[in-house]
């Protein structure tokens, strides 16, 4: 047994972060589960002293509640130890340090006197007259800033100090220096800043300028520690000094243009602003960092006789190259996302010019942009007088630092590489806040994008404090608009939103973190918030317990629009609307209890039951029907419980005869996918769920991987089956709404669920089907990690082997379909399937189920699917050569004659001619006969 992982507040050793509540997570391997005591100890200088001690407590979580007063700019040193009786069995020691709190900064904003510089340096030489034993910086600037100390860059983290609405709050970065400052007693203390989001250029329609401020500044304070015990504070002041620098213009959406030519000169004393310094909190932000780097995959020469690199993957981030062109010499870089018809394209970037320009020095040495991002694959160069190599180009991949929590894998390769897609849209979309796309002239934290993601987020990653700080984001907004949530936060100036589904972002953020990590400090931070946002609504409905009458975004991008031009959908907007309303109002209830609100959560019941009351009688009739017939919703009414339990078969039911009219094949938009095939698993029709999971044509998630994505596409058909880009413009191919299918894939492929907030209780049941009869995953719950893999087994019977590891302090409730009246062998060991329970260990479990999964080819299989078996038509060509027409004539399978069975065709088809005794010999191949996949041999990793 080992304590494997301290987090405090969800995180690694934090240091500066704001901390107004305190959380101690651990995990523990074992392979056993034990009875065991749990012990919490903090101190700040001493061991022998601590300023905190639990007691002994039984071990019924993983975490420590901790109240403790905290100071500022001090390390606290934890240890979390377990015994058994009194006997010490294992311990773990970290820690976490704070930042400024409350104390004031006696530091100034500073800046230069000219406002138009596009990078602004700051100076100052400072000289270290005894050994310094510890040093920190606490800085911040606007827009963004990187800092150096006898030039060589402070932390490894880029782009700070991140998105916030910058009137409302600054946030202050913590850097430890102490090795920085004992390298030399000569110090010259440095910071380079550009425009970022704070005056950058930024939004829609060419976007606006200056939004939160029209100048940048920096402010920072060094606190150093000598041997002797004394201390000094170096602050910025007016004894700074400042020029422009070598970046001549720099923007989010732009790019970067790098001079290195320039010599930094002119050096003129600074100002002092009057920039208000109550702004300034310790931060929220995880920092973002390069945390991946993907080499050239390719060096393309185009029809266009254009040079471009390709990456192989989309994603976030910046170009660094080693620089060996000659002085003066002008390398121009632009990103795109695609090609089309083999040449370079960036049409979908829109206004973005997103490129990097560098003039070189001569020098050579690795170069790479600094205040700016890019979503792209390949890079077009152009300005080089050296041959392109790949070694000499990398791509450095940027999102905020999030460890991956979660994976699965089955033997399908094309499923397998929706899932990278899907994890490769997060990590691109998660930079400081979760933006739509990252390569046009957009980016923004769009609310309802990450409403609907939020739990595939929670699935895929560690986002507990990313999520935070974006919670924290979307209340600042709602202060200015009186509970109303704009469509994006940070809103940069838009007062636009109060629309449902992304204003519900304000409910159902805090909410999902709240389930998936057990930890109700966002809904601590945010209940004023959530409140506000459904009183908002009910002041703004212009019906009494519905939501009505206000701008809504719909089913956004379905495709059961009787408008096509209109990208909201058939779905009833305020049907949608007053869903959403009585969800919100449902999370808020919910909440209040958990926070020990009583009047809250009782007011909050009634209206949500209010509500509920409503929509039944506007919208269900007394017999079940739903007066909307589109997938969404039904997909939302069965979903949020909007049916009475009696009639929910036959919801279903309708659901699956919709789906049928569409050929089984989605119409939803960003407001239905994600709950189509989780319902369907949920009430029997998992084969369902699956087959549309599976699908390859449009629209489908797997007809994106045909088209070579490598990410998660806006649009279902952003790209056309020609490989043109869709004409209808609004095509980001990174963008992860979509990928929201995820979390089906977790909860019935996979088999993991909840039973309880943070997966202390866990359900584990997972939903078998031939087509993916091999599936392997695991997610790193707040409890550790729960692995699954299992394989339907090719012997007769077709036992489903299942490999289960339950972490330690979670317990697993087991439930297997298909397996009622069978016995279950776990660990050789039989069991009978009433739900029974796990607790820590590694189990294999092995049954029969009493239907099997192994599906077979039948009289009804269309002409098509039989000609895509080759050993299947080779059984039938023996006892009649009827497919010959097919094979004559391979274009006739696409059209309306492959969708035929044999059957139909021999009657409605004088040239096909099937006696009857032939036609029973081939349906009995046909019934005998496994579906191909069930016959194919893959190597299961």
Not at 144 to 151: G, L, R, S, V
Not at 186 to 207: H, V
Not at 879 to 885: E, I, S
Not at 917 to 939: F, G, M, W
Request: aromatic share 12%.
């Amino acid at each position: 047994m080992n304590i494997s992982t301290i987090l405090i507040n969800h995180m690694i050793e934090p240091i500066g972060f704001q901390l107004d509540s305190l959380r101690i997570d651990f995990t523990v391997e074992a392979d056993q589960y034990t009875e065991v005591t749990k012990q919490l100890v903090i101190w700040t200088t001493s061991y022998e002293q601590p300023i905190y001690k639990s007691d002994k407590e039984s071990f019924e979580t993983n975490f420590f509640d901790v109240s403790l007063d905290l100071t500022p700019r001090t390390r606290y040193h934890v240890e979390v130890s377990l015994y058994d009786s009194d006997m010490l069995l294992c311990a773990k020691e970290s820690f976490f340090e704070t930042g400024k709190m409350s104390e004031p900064f006696e530091a100034e904003w500073i800046a230069h006197p000219d406002k138009n510089i596009q990078n602004t340096l700051f100076k100052k030489d400072v000289r270290v007259l005894s050994k310094v034993t510890n040093a920190r910086l606490y800085a911040t600037g606007l827009g963004i800033y990187e800092t150096y100390i006898n030039d060589d860059k402070v932390g490894d983290e880029f782009l700070s100090p991140g998105v916030t609405a910058y009137d409302q709050w600054v946030q202050v970065q913590t850097y430890d220096v102490t090795e920085a400052f004992q390298k030399s007693d000569q110090i010259k203390l440095s910071f380079s800043t550009g425009d970022g989001w704070y005056k950058g250029t930024l939004g829609f329609d060419g976007g606006k300028k200056n939004i939160y401020g029209d100048q940048q500044q920096v402010i920072a304070e060094y606190h150093l520690r000598y041997e002797d015990g004394s201390t000094e504070i170096i602050s910025t002041d007016a004894t700074w000094l400042t020029t422009s620098g070598k970046v001549t213009k720099s923007e989010i959406y732009y790019g970067e243009d790098l001079d290195d030519t320039i010599i930094p000169a002119n050096w003129q004393p600074v100002i002092v602003s009057e920039k208000d310094k109550a702004l300034l909190q310790d931060r929220l932000s995880l920092p973002v960092k390069i945390m991946e780097r993907l080499p050239v995959q390719e060096i393309l020469e185009t029809p266009a006789d254009e040079q471009v690199l390709d990456f192989g993957q989309n994603h976030t981030g910046w170009l660094e190259f080693y620089n060996r062109e000659p002085k003066g010499t002008k390398l121009v870089f632009q990103m795109g996302e695609i090609l089309q018809e083999d040449n370079f394209y960036r049409e979908n970037l829109r206004q973005a010019r997103a490129a990097f320009v560098y003039t070189s020095d001569g020098e050579e040495k690795w170069v790479r942009p600094h205040f700016t991002f890019y979503g792209y694959r390949y890079v077009k160069v152009e300005g080089n007088t050296q041959p392109l190599e790949k070694a000499d180009y990398q791509a450095a991949v940027l999102y905020s630092d999030m460890t991956t929590t979660g994976a699965i894998k089955t033997a399908n390769k094309k499923v397998n590489r929706l899932f990278q897609n899907i994890l490769w849209g997060q990590k691109s979309n998660f930079l400081d806040i979760p933006t739509d796309c990252p390569q046009r002239d957009e980016r923004l934290g769009w609310t309802g994008d990450a409403a609907v993601f939020s739990k595939t987020a929670a699935l895929n990653m560690n986002v507990f404090s990313f999520f935070k700080k974006y919670a924290k984001d979307v209340a600042v907004e709602q202060k200015k608009y009186d509970g109303m949530v704009p469509m994006y936060a940070p809103a940069m100036g838009n007062t636009d939103g109060g629309a449902a589904v992304w204003g519900d972002a304000a409910t159902i953020i805090p909410w999902t973190m709240y389930q998936s990590y057990g930890d109700p400090a966002i809904l601590q931070q945010n209940f004023s918030a959530m409140k506000d946002w459904v009183e908002w609504i009910g002041r703004n409905s212009k019906s009494n317990d519905l939501w009505t009458g206000t701008f809504q975004f719909g089913d956004w991008l379905a495709l059961d629009g009787e408008n096509p031009a209109l990208p909201t959908g058939k779905t009833e907007e305020d049907f949608i609307a007053s869903v959403y309303y009585f969800y919100s109002s449902s999370i808020v209830a919910k909440t209040a209890e958990i926070l020990q609100r009583s009047e809250d959560a009782v007011y909050y019941q009634e209206q949500a039951q209010r509500i509920l009351e409503a929509i039944r009688k506007e919208y269900i009739t007394a017999n079940g029907r739903l007066a909307i017939d589109t997938q969404t919703a039904y997909a939302l009414a069965l979903q949020f419980g909007l049916i009475p339990e009696s009639q929910c078969s036959r919801v279903v039911a309708d659901l699956v005869a919709r789906l049928k009219k569409d050929n089984d094949h989605l119409k939803t938009g960003f407001v239905g996918t994600p709950f189509i095939c989780q319902v369907l698993s949920q009430y029997g029709y998992h084969k369902l769920a699956a087959k549309i999971f599976l699908l390859e044509d449009f629209p489908s998630w797997l007809y994106a991987v045909n088209l070579g994505a490598t990410t998660v596409w806006e649009r279902w058909n952003s790209v056309l089956p020609d490989g043109s880009m869709n004409p209808e413009g609004m095509n980001s191919l990174n963008h992860y709404s979509f990928g929201a299918i995820m979390e089906w894939a977790y909860k019935y492929l996979l088999g993991i669920q909840a039973a309880a907030p943070g997966y202390r209780e866990i359900t584990f049941a997972p939903q078998f089907d031939y087509r993916l009869k091999q599936v392997s995953g695991h997610f790193d719950s707040p409890y550790g990690r729960i692995a699954v893999d299992y394989q339907i087994e090719a012997d007769k019977e077709h036992t489903i082997k299942i490999n289960l590891t339950v972490p330690f302090g979670a317990s697993v409730k087991v439930t297997l379909p298909r397996a009622e009246t069978t016995s279950i062998t776990v660990n050789d060991q039989l069991k009978e399937n009433d739900g029974f329970v796990l607790t820590c260990g590694t189990y294999v479990i092995s049954y029969i189920p009493t239907e099997s999964y192994v599906e077979h080819y039948s009289s009804e299989t269309p002409a098509a699917e039989i000609m895509a078996d080759d050993l299947l038509v080779k059984k039938i060509d023996a006892v009649d050569p009827v497919l010959h027409f097919f094979k004559a004539d391979p274009e006739a399978i696409k059209g309306g004659l492959g969708t035929m069975s044999l059957t139909k065709l021999n009657t409605l088809l004088p040239f096909i001619q099937i006696s009857p005794e032939n036609l029973a010999k081939i349906n009995d191949i046909l019934t005998t006969t496994p579906i191909l996949s069930e016959r194919e041999e893959v190597s299961f990793v």
